[in-house]
T-cell receptor
Framework: AQSVTQLDSHVSVSEGTPVLLRCNYS??????LFWYVQHPNKGLQLLLK??????LVKGINGFEAEFKKSETSFHLTKPSAHMSDAAEYFC????????????FGTGTSLTVIP | EAGVAQSPRYKIIEKRQSVAFWCNPI?????LYWYQQILGQGPKLLIQ????????DSQLPKDRFSAERLKGVDSTLKIQPAKLEDSAVYLC???????????????FGPGTRLTVL
């Protein structure tokens, strides 16, 4: 069965410091992994996705994530946080066996302190 | 390319009233999803369509919720009668054809915020 665990429900960082949002997944087959961002009162926007190509994936707004099969992890990072990064972040897993079904983590709320 | 469209953006109703939400996916996208997102939680899948057929509606409260995608393009989600606990954002998403190389990407609309009083 597919599932996603976001290890932190809330993360606070100071502006200009690195961001690390952690995600572990469980998948019975070759997974596709996604990170979405949701700003207040907005829909979900795709940050980046992994679909069995390069294990280090670069996304929008300076975010990147590394797929580590041995650790079943797909952590999201950014070298320097900006105030506009404050939002809710969702890690999502899917695989080709489940026919375009997606499984969401519970989300991580990122606060950026000026 | 136009994104996923949803309407209305906001809706306030009294409990026991009916409400309907509309979604138009990205052109050519075969799969359409409706999610319910309660404040502070992640999206919960209500129903998934592949063209005009239902793939998964296991978490749809069928006594009060219904959804259709008659022509395999746009879709309507209805709640009748509404309860207080239905207050949430209803998100629509779509994906293109499923390929053997991996899963296609899910694109989301802006959502409809429902408040039930």
């Amino acid at each position: 069965a597919q599932s996603v665990t976001q290890l932190d429900s809330h993360v606070s960082v100071s502006e200009g410091t690195p961001v690390l949002l952690r995600c572990n997944y469980s998948s019975s087959y070759s997974p596709s992994l996604f990170w979405y961002v949701q700003h207040p009162n907005k829909g979900l926007q795709l940050l980046l996705k992994y679909t069995s190509a390069a294990t280090l994936v670069k996304g929008i707004n300076g975010f990147e994530a590394e797929f580590k099969k041995s650790e079943t992890s797909f952590h999201l990072t950014k070298p320097s946080a900006h105030m506009s990064d404050a939002a809710e972040y969702f890690c999502v897993v899917s695989d080709s066996l489940t026919g375009n079904q997606f499984y969401f983590g519970t989300g991580t709320s990122l606060t950026v302190i000026p | 390319e136009a994104g996923v469209a949803q309407s209305p953006r906001y809706k306030i109703i009294e409990k026991r009233q009916s409400v309907a939400f509309w979604c138009n996916p990205i052109s050519g996208h075969a799969t359409l999803y409706w999610y319910q997102q309660i404040l502070g939680q992640g999206p919960k899948l209500l129903i998934q369509f592949q063209n005009n057929g239902v793939v998964d509606d296991s978490q749809l409260p069928k006594d009060r919720f219904s959804a259709e995608r008659l022509k395999g393009v746009d879709s309507t989600l209805k709640i009748q009668p509404a309860k207080l606990e239905d207050s949430a954002v209803y998100l629509c998403a779509s994906t293109g054809p499923w390929t053997s190389g991996g899963t296609d990407t899910q694109y989301f609309g802006p959502g409809t915020r429902l408040t039930v009083l």
